[in-house]
């Protein structure tokens, strides 16, 4: 596994007290690996596939933190944020991702996520960064911080928005992603599990909503804002 920045903690603290983590992703091997790799570091409190799941079952085990995934039916992430940080505002969140899209990262640090790294770290790290969330520390894989950086050192003044993009459904954003690498329609019904048709549908709207006519408008639309 890559190395992170965040240092290793021991998992055989004496009278250290365990936090209470929760576990959202929508593949159970990845959940049951990482529940596996935390070993004795953290209490496992329960775990979700879905944002309707994970905001029903964080709710009822208000744990420390939560181990959130970016890319997920139903809206992702983002919408588990959006729906538990005005009820449960003491639960922290970390999102553990394959993604290093510098939009995935931004926007998930602005829906309230208090850190972002990538699957590659490691169980001793992981662990280190759940720590460092829950104790009210911001946690970024280096990479990861310089988006964050970048994009506040570009408009320092402002928040970091783009109306263009905040147009766009969760949805919308997955589908133009895949779009602007090259899939083609069916490989990405295939990797975001809904139909051709659905694919279809979402690059309309969203041809509709930012005023463009083809594919590859789109495609260089999304270079030009790093989302590829």
Known sequence: MAEQSTPPVESNDAGAQRLRVFLVDDHAMFR?????????????V???STVAEAVSRIAATEPDVVLL???????????????MRRSHPQVRFLALS???????VIGL?????????????????????????ADGDAVFSPRLAGFVLDAFAARPDAPVADPELDQLTNREREVLRLLARGYAYKEIARELYISIKTVETHVSNVLRKLQMSNRYELSRWAADRRLV
């Open 32 to 44: 049951a690996g990482v529940r596996a790799e935390l070993g004795t570091h953290v209490e496992v």
């Open 46 to 48: 329960g775990e979700a």
């Open 69 to 83: 995934d970016v890319h997920m039916p139903d809206g992702g992430g983002r919408a588990v944020l959006e729906a």
């Open 98 to 104: 394959v993604s290093d899209a510098a939009e995935d």
């Open 109 to 133: 640090i602005r829906a309230g996520a208090r850190g972002y790294v990538t699957k590659t770290i490691s169980p001793d790290e992981l662990a280190a960064a759940i720590r460092r969330v």
